[in-house]
């Protein structure tokens, strides 16, 4: 009887248990003081309901309920975080708050300039700092976002051609190993998209490229380093080819954690490139924000940056409008709080940091690629840059789902799966460079395990995650058909 006491006591703390579910009528988490406003009449009663169930609990339930899912919660700070292409790493503490200082925190995007310039100053130095890393000639810092930096890249390519009166140039080529926002975003700024294959080599097919530049072609979008974690050796002389047909060329920055301090994107050819400062910069990101993904030029396409960037004016600095903007793309000035993480991360590693960090990057990638490489399939088997993507068809009973769910019952996150969608059962892994040896070999033991898992019973793996809170869940229902309100059991 005891036991089953204690039983019960277990699950009226269970986490999974909702909050209306712990409602006990009489108990309150709040007092409220007595009104210091006049009473003011009801709405008309057609607005008014009466059957709005609010949950009966006292203060400190509310408090161990968010807890304890808190607690339940993956997160960079509690767990490893392997989602290729993500580039979840360790965001330092310094620059949160360094981002909450009252001058910033506190500060109106339309306040006039004059009571703004510490922070226009430090968007005029990420500015410069972002020309710099990419060998780009100017930067707008506005777009909110990865996908959004695309969509203002796309934007820019199309103002230039049709200030060349060749706005009938349509057609823009994307690898067939590129993020799925680029087509997209192509597709939206009314251009037409054509996939190009990849070599037996994972580099981009330069014939499909010769075949494909003609007088239609508008421009190439292009991943460098690609979404296989692969330097594109091919990539200067593509864009030498748009170049020689008429056409611009567009570089995805979503994994510059790779190339900083190495490679300047401008070097290799391209003309615009957008950068994840929540990624690469770090800010906390998941979730859907915060974010930042500005846009830098060269000097053919920097006449078209969106508006507004900082220009310094003496000892002054002020907002101002590129000569040729393609607009606005965002409200005021973009995501400030993320701009100022990024500077501060900046400042704080220095040119020869920088270096370092996507030096370890590529270090943790290959030491995973040389640990999983007898478990796992690799193709193309070659030296990656900041990830590597294995595919898990090689052992019967397990698929990249199944690793990655049974993953969760050893405490790490799973890895990005089925991407890129050339590889089959993809597996892609970003260690990234804040995670230690102790880590990466505690991961690589997990992959070993559900290894010899799926080696003693191939049935066995689709039935994790065993020990989190909930097991597998019809994915494509919740996405699909969501439950957004709690509604009441059925009564007996």
Request: aromatic share 6%.
């Amino acid at each position: 009887m005891l036991l089953q006491d204690a039983d019960a006591r277990a699950d009226a703390h269970d986490p999974r248990r909702l909050l209306m579910e712990r409602s006990v009528a009489g108990r309150t988490a709040v007092t409220l003081p007595a009104s210091d406003v006049p009473a003011q009449p009801l709405p008309d009663a057609a607005l008014l309901r009466d059957d709005l169930e609010l949950p009966e609990v006292t203060e400190g339930e509310v408090v161990r309920y968010f807890t304890r899912l808190s607690q339940l919660n993956f997160s960079v700070d509690t767990n490893f975080y392997p989602l290729g292409s993500c580039t979840m790493k360790y965001n330092p503490k310094l620059n949160e708050a360094m981002a909450a200082l009252p001058g910033f925190a506190n500060l109106h995007p339309g306040q006039p300039e004059s009571q703004a310039q510490g922070a226009l100053e430090l968007m005029h130095g990420l500015q410069a700092y972002l020309c710099e890393i990419t060998g780009m000639s100017a930067a707008g810092l506005t777009p909110l976002a990865g996908a959004h930096g695309e969509l203002t890249g796309i934007l820019m390519i199309k103002a230039c051609l049709e200030s060349r009166g060749e706005g009938a140039r349509r057609k823009i080529l994307i690898p067939d190993t590129a993020h799925g926002t680029n087509p997209a975003s192509a597709a939206m700024g009314g251009f037409d998209v054509v996939s190009v294959p990849s070599d037996a080599n994972g580099n981009i097919d330069l014939e499909a490229v010769r075949r494909e530049a003609d007088e239609t072609l508008a421009g190439v979008m292009f991943t460098q380093p690609t979404t296989l974690g692969l330097f594109d050796v091919n990539a200067a002389e593509m864009c030498r080819i748009a170049h020689e047909a008429g056409g611009l060329v567009y570089a995805d920055g979503a994994n510059m954690n790779a190339l900083l301090g190495r490679v300047k994107l401008g070097a290799l050819g391209f003309d615009v490139v957008h950068l994840n400062l929540h990624k690469t910069f770090t800010t906390p990101h998941g979730g859907g924000g915060p974010g930042a993904g500005p846009v830098c030029a060269n000097d053919t396409l920097a006449p078209f940056l969106p508006a507004p960037v900082v220009e310094r004016r003496g000892d002054a600095y002020a907002l101002a409008d590129p000569p040729q903007t393609i607009g606005r793309v965002g409200g005021w000035q973009g995501n400030f709080g993320v701009l100022a993480r990024a500077y501060t991360y900046i400042r704080l590693m220095g040119a020869e940091g920088l270096r370092a960090a996507a030096d370890n990057a590529v270090l943790n990638a290959n030491y995973l690629r040389a640990r999983l490489r007898d478990l796992f399939v690799l193709e193309p088997d070659r030296g990656v840059m900041h990830e590597v993507v294995f595919s898990a068809r090689k052992r019967r009973g397990a698929r990249a789902i199944d690793v990655s769910k049974r993953l969760l019952d050893y405490g790490f996150h799973a890895p990005t799966m089925y991407f890129p969608l050339v590889v089959a059962e993809a597996l892609m892994i970003e260690p990234t460079e804040t995670e230690s040896k102790e880590t990466l070999d505690a991961f690589v033991e997990a992959m070993e395990r559900i290894d010899a898992e799926a080696a003693q019973d191939e049935h066995f793996l689709h039935g994790a995650p065993y020990h989190t809170p909930v097991s597998r869940l019809d994915e494509a229902a919740a996405a699909r058909r969501p439950e957004l309100r709690w509604r009441p059991a059925a009564s007996t």
